[in-house]
Nanobody, 115 residues
């Protein structure tokens, strides 16, 4: 089964940028949906951004204009570009890919934004 590994998280000051990557161990071409979720301490996991196999994107309102999701099926990698980061963006970010009715999760990468 395909496995996902996130990278690119870290510690950044408010206003800074990070680019998260989610590398798949196998092909994710013809995927149904790919998304980035985040979970802050004491909070439920929430959808931040997603992209469908047809190219339709969803961006959470609070990150619109700052976050962008993209996917490269040639390299089997999903990206989340995060600009103008705010302290409230601090969370563990998880990658999810749905393909052939299978929902696959990565282990997450920590993003910490200082004020």
């Amino acid at each position: 089964q395909v496995q996902l590994v996130e990278s690119g998280g870290g510690f950044v000051q408010a206003g800074g940028s990070l680019r998260l990557s989610c590398a798949a161990s196998g092909s994710i071409s013809n995927f149904d949906n790919a998304g980035w979720y985040r979970q802050a301490p004491g909070q439920q996991r929430e959808l931040v951004a997603s992209i469908s196999g047809g190219g339709i994107t969803y961006i959470k309102e609070s990150v619109k204009g700052r976050f962008t999701i993209s996917i490269n099926t040639a390299t089997d990698t999903v990206y989340l570009q995060m600009n103008s980061l705010k302290p409230e963006d601090t969370a563990v970010y998880y990658c999810n890919v749905v393909k052939d009715y299978n929902s696959i999760w990565g282990r997450g990468t920590q993003v910490t934004v200082s004020s």
